[in-house]
């Protein structure tokens, strides 16, 4: 199975029905789509900010049955040997864990950021906008 790796940006896109929202429906109706643990929280803090209260925002992520990775020890150490070289493009460490995680499991990340587009490390991106 091909996996795709979601940025915080692009399941955002997706639950508030965004520009660029469809291959990122597509890669979790497939079952292909995961995100890592960071990400997911960033996604809670977003959508808490601009309003959507606890219970509809657990209801509507625990509908997506997204698989969530943990930030283990390993992808930590990943995502935090990735600073130097991000740190030009002005990557957050959320971005770095998602870019660990993709490059760990081979798989194409989605995102809505364009900067993202510079990066030459191991993981393919694909930006929705």
Not at 11 to 24: I, S
Not at 32 to 40: S, T, V
Not at 68 to 86: H, K, N, S, Y
């Amino acid at each position: 199975m091909n996996r795709t790796v979601l940025d915080a940006s692009a399941l955002v896109a997706l639950l508030l029905g965004e520009p660029g929202q469809e291959p990122v429906w597509e890669a979790v109706r497939t079952g292909e789509a995961l995100i890592g643990a960071p990400n997911w929280a960033e996604v809670v803090g977003i959508l808490g900010r601009a309003g959507l209260p606890a219970r509809e925002l657990r209801t509507a992520l625990d509908g997506l049955q997204l698989e969530v990775a943990p930030l283990d020890q390993v992808l930590a150490l990943e995502a935090g040997l990735m600073e130097a070289r991000t740190r030009p493009l002005g990557l957050s460490l959320g971005d770095r864990c998602c870019l660990a995680l993709a490059e760990r499991e081979r798989a194409t990340v989605l995102t809505t950021d364009r900067a993202w587009l510079k990066w030459k490390g191991k993981a393919k991106v694909v930006c929705l906008r």
